[in-house]
């Protein structure tokens, strides 16, 4: 019986052999696994370029009628737009060419398919160079149609550079320069005498506002201020300006300064409503230290009428022929628009008189003790800025380019870690994104800040600064629409409005602009009966997304690349308009307006909210008013985007479902664009949420998954948490960061070839990390595939458990074979009787 059943193993194993190498349904499982590691690397081809006409303001959150954009000169496709996209360093897996088409009528589930390699602007090394042929199809893209070897994981602490360091001692283009300055519209921001007194940024309280008369609450005094939005109802309690009651040139908004103030200028906006269309054509100004005594602003020997709005929404600016010196100013109506009535919002400029009975100024002063660079920087001064920081600290930052804008300027990366350019093993990947709507500057401003303060503190030995520098590579993008930014910079903080430089220079809203992938989630959930066949994590681009005719930005793009290249962990996106945090899903589920709309980490996201709420100094007081129309004191500063306005094609949502990384919102203040004088005290209100949410990316549990046998990292491993409907993913040296809130978990680790493995992870109170890491074994079918592609022989210990699975495979078929015979056997009985 040995000699026959020694020849029986063989015989099983050539079988089992053959099967492996050439069975259709191991063809099909192989694509199968390469789709299920491919998702993150997807493909955009080229855009039609047709230009699209600037958007102007309307309510918050919402596109309003077109307004031709500034720049007028036609743009030749610039480097960002033509160029491919080389393999990054977030895909380790071969790239494959298929389609990807979820549709409602025709997909039953979202199951395992390929999808095109998204274009990167980064370039590949030498140790890990793929073998690409390039096709040239248009003299607006280059497309990739092969990509052959498969890209590994490796066992070295460090990644080589991929996206290559800039020098700022270069020039920029000359093309670019002239097609963004030197056009005819191109000129200075204007420079006023004084800073605003604050109405628009809340600094001048509701107290301080007086009117003649006004129509209803929601239309007092207290709605008066420069660029403030009303709801979408008209009626309510936050309408969009001061409207009297009497049509009378008898009207008049008043400002108390507190102080004597030197004014020197007043600025006027007429009413937001999407319903109603109400400005002032002409007033005249006066002041006053007493309310009672009231001296007009004379020009000359006559009293000044000074011009007003035309329309509702564009800012006018009118300076007093002579600066005046007064307590009390007051804003006194002339004509209005004929078919309305008299409403307006209005920004006062003007100098504090030093007070001489005071022997303590410094006392009154605010703002910060740390030495920064506050001012507005435009794209050549924050250049300029960002080189400065890395010639002070060369050892701990490297500035790098994601690409380029629709008009050629470059998106400049600041990368902070103790070695710069490299993704060292275990370290987490932290971003802060800034400049999404280029007319909110803040953010833009406080991550410049933030380059200036971590390198200053870490060479005076700040431990906090040098621990978080030493464990975290930070990535700093301060301007993600460089091209919006240019056009409201030039229009200066007071005079730019509500929406201009906001919409890319295509007229794209980026924050609408990444795939829509809640969608193709939710359709297949809806569809699917199999709940096991369903992905809940690294869903892919649509193929719509990445067609020709598709209106993707360039930024966009940029983003997205760098996104699937850097194995992020936690992010931050930087908006302005608004005080609170929003995080996912910023998407409803049925296209509502508004619904809670939460994702499986909702508590984790809370928190992440939380901690920049509670630590920002304007957010977290009790006693601030409402911005425009919204009051997120009582949600305590945080909300669920989806709850507050729907926005499809967030970067929050893609960058949860697409990559590993958890990112909320930041609206920073309620000005879009502050004034200069009022950067010092916005830093000191950032500061710590700044610095504590960086923090938070050292929550949770982190590891390496490795060969048990070789040790090396395991690339694309999954890592799943009981009760948690989202699993997160290695990168490509099988280290891992999974973000969660204090408590026991039991974490499974899958990878292709590897049999599962389970431990249970505990995540502490503390600042740091839990352990976490795993060792799997590969499956025999794996080794045997390994020991083939090698041309070794088959080990005797392998041979034996394939034999055993054979048999047990043949014993398990031969009982179903039998249930079947017996099952027929009684129907046939059955059928007899």
Known sequence: MAPALILLSLLTLVVLVGGLTNSPSLKKSATTASYLNDTRTTSVTGIERARIKHRTTGTYGNISPTKVSRFSKTVKPTDATTKTLKPTEGSTKTLKATTYKPTRATTRALKPTTVKPFKSTKGTTKAQEPTVKWTEVSTKALKLTTVKPKITATRATTTPVRFHTEDLNENIDKKVERRVWNTKESEEPPVFECPPLGLESLKVK????????????????????????????????????????????????????????????????????????????????????????????????????????????TAVLAVLPE??????????????????????????????????????????????????????????????????????????????????????????????????????????????????????????????????????????????????????????????????????????????GWALGRYSYEGIDMNHNFADLNTVMWDAIELETDQSKLINHYFPIPEHYTSEDAMVAPETRAVISWMQTIPFVLSANLHGGELVVTY?????????????????????????????????????????????????????????????????????????????????????????????????????NNKESLLVYMEQVHRGIKGVVRDKDTDAGIADAIIKVDDIDHHIRSAFDGDFWRLLNPGDYDVTVTAEGYFPATRSCRVEYMHFPTICDFRLTKTPKQRLREILAKGGKIPKDLQLRLHQLRIRKLRASTKLINQRRASQQRRARGAQN
């Not at 005046?324 to 100013?329: E, F, K, L, S």
């Not at 994601?402 to 993704?423: A, Q, R, W």
């Not at 949502?653 to 009022?678: I, Q, R, W």
């Open 323 to 496: 600066p005046a010196v007064a307590q009390y100013i007051r804003i006194n109506p002339q004509t209005w628009f004929k078919n309305g009535t008299i409403c307006l919002r209005a920004e006062i400029m003007g100098c504090e008189i030093p007070d001489p009975n005071n022997i303590y100024p410094w006392q009154a002063e605010e703002g910060t003790k740390d030495k920064l660079d506050f001012r507005h920087h435009n794209y050549k001064e924050m250049r300029k800025l960002m080189k400065s920081v890395t010639e002070l600290c060369p050892d701990i930052t490297r500035i790098y380019t994601i690409g380029k804008s629709y008009m050629g300027l470059k998106l400049y990366v600041m990368e902070i870690s103790d070695n710069p350019g490299k993704h060292e093993l275990g370290e987490p990947e932290f971003r802060y994104v800034a400049g999404m709507h280029g007319n909110e500057v803040l953010g833009r401003e406080l991550l410049l800040n933030l380059m200036e303060y971590i390198c200053q503190e870490y060479k005076r030995g700040n431990q906090r600064i040098v621990h978080l520098v030493k464990e975290t590579r930070i990535h700093l993008l301060p301007s993600m629409n460089p091209d919006g930014y240019e056009m409201a910079y030039q229009k200066g903080s007071e005079l730019a």
């Open 206 to 313: 509701d107290s301080q506002i007086q009117a003649s008369s006004y129509k209803r609450m929601g239309l007092g005094p207290h709605r008066g201020r420069l660029n403030i939005q009303s709801g979408v109802e008209d009626g309510d309690i936050y309408d969009g300006a001061w409207c009297a009651q009497y049509k009378d040139q008898n009207q008049w908004l008043q400002v108390d300064a507190k102080k004597l103030t030197r004014f020197t200028a007043v600025i006027l906006q007429g009413r937001s409503s999407i319903w109603s269309l109400d400005y002032v054509e002409t007033f005249k100004v006066q002041v006053s230290n007493d309310t009672i005594k009231w001296k007009p602003c004379m020009n000359g020997t006559e009293e000044a009428v000074f011009e007003g709005n035309k329309d509702s929404e």
């Open 584 to 684: 996912p899903f910023d998407m409803t589920k049925d296209w509502a307006p508004k619904e809670h709309t939460p994702t499986p980490d909702n508590s984790f996201f809370r928190w992440l909210a939380t901690v920049y709420a509670s630590t920002n100094h304007v957010m977290s007081n009790p006693d601030r008013r409402p911005c425009h129309n919204e009051d997120f004191l009582r949600h305590n500063n945080i909300i669920n985007g989806a709850n507050w306005h729907t926005v499809p094609g967030s970067m929050n949502d893609f960058s949860y479902l697409h990559t590993n990384c958890f990112e909320v919102t930041v609206e920073l203040s309620c000005d879009k664009f502050p004034h200069a004088s009022e950067l010092p005290i916005e830093w000191e």
